[in-house]
């Protein structure tokens, strides 16, 4: 085989990075969740629209995030859950207070007594 690369691996590559793959697919299941939750959200009458809720079973946000959701929904040590629908958008946000929360109680778990 000569130093030139094949066509189909050189049409795979632009600029040192791949097209497509992992990250194409996601943006493309995003992207059709956001549209999926806006025509749900479009269908309903006008007094009925909450702008929040579910597609299937991923949740979907559209209204303007406050402080109180925030809080919530990404800094909640007493949470029982370590994921939650995100602030804004469409799926999931990590609940970082309580990852903090459990971190912290491993470790005062493995602390040796000092006496």
Do not use: C
């Not at 690369?5 to 992207?31: D, M, S």
């Not at 303007?64 to 919530?72: I, L, M, S």
């Amino acid at each position: 085989m000569s130093g030139k690369q094949g066509g189909r691996e050189h049409a795979a590559h632009k600029g040192g990075k791949r097209k497509g793959g992992l990250g194409a697919l996601i943006r493309l299941v995003t992207i059709g969740l956001v549209i999926a939750a806006v025509t749900k959200e479009l269908q309903k009458d006008p007094d009925e629209r909450t702008w929040h809720g579910t597609v299937g079973f991923v949740p979907y946000e559209f209204r303007v995030p406050t402080v109180e959701r925030f809080k919530e929904r990404v800094w909640d040590p007493e949470g029982e859950h370590l994921v939650s629908p995100h602030v804004f958008g469409v799926g999931w946000t990590l609940n970082l207070g309580r990852v903090v929360a459990l971190v912290r109680e491993r470790f005062a778990d493995e602390e040796p007594d000092v006496a």
